[in-house]
């Protein structure tokens, strides 16, 4: 439908932990659509209703383009297992910053789908990845508060001087 402006860190939209969604309407699944067309022009496979300035719990993850994107409104994480892996992330709200963060490779996430169903599922592996990043978020915790003092120090001076850069 629509490609929204997304919040650029460190914007404070981006720490503020999102509200419930209470109203499963029209206005809900036309910013669902929003979310996907955002997400797949920045590009990204994640992004949040946080990401576009609207503080509300839904997120839209696309895995495979010639899939059907995955809405997940009020997420949340019930189980986490023991066993962690490493992988690459980074955020449409901070375009060409990656490192890697260390989670659990399997999760039990209940949320709701956008016509307000109860649902519950675990995932794994990049699913798994992209979910408790795109929870923290909603959350109000931006990906790089998983890494080490020193590595977000390194990348947050990086993108400050690629954005003073990229407004010259």
Known sequence: M???????YPDPGLRRP???????????????????DTM?????????????????RLTAIE????????????PHVLEASAETGRHTEGSVSMPGITDEVE???RVRVAWQDLDGTPREDWADGF?????????????????IERLSRLKRDRLVKRWSKWNKAAAS
């Open 2 to 8: 629509a490609i929204r402006p997304i919040l650029k």
């Open 18 to 36: 999102a509200e419930a969604v209470a109203a499963f309407d029209d206005d809900l699944r036309a910013l669902a659509s929003d979310l996907v």
């Open 40 to 56: 797949r022009a920045a590009p990204g496979v994640g992004i949040t209703a946080p990401h576009v300035g609207v503080s509300l």
């Open 63 to 74: 895995l495979d383009r010639a899939a059907v994107p995955l809405f997940y409104v009020n």
């Open 103 to 105: 989670r659990p490779v």
């Open 127 to 143: 699913l798994a990845v992209c979910l408790q990043h795109e929870i923290d978020q909603l959350d109000g915790v931006f990906w």
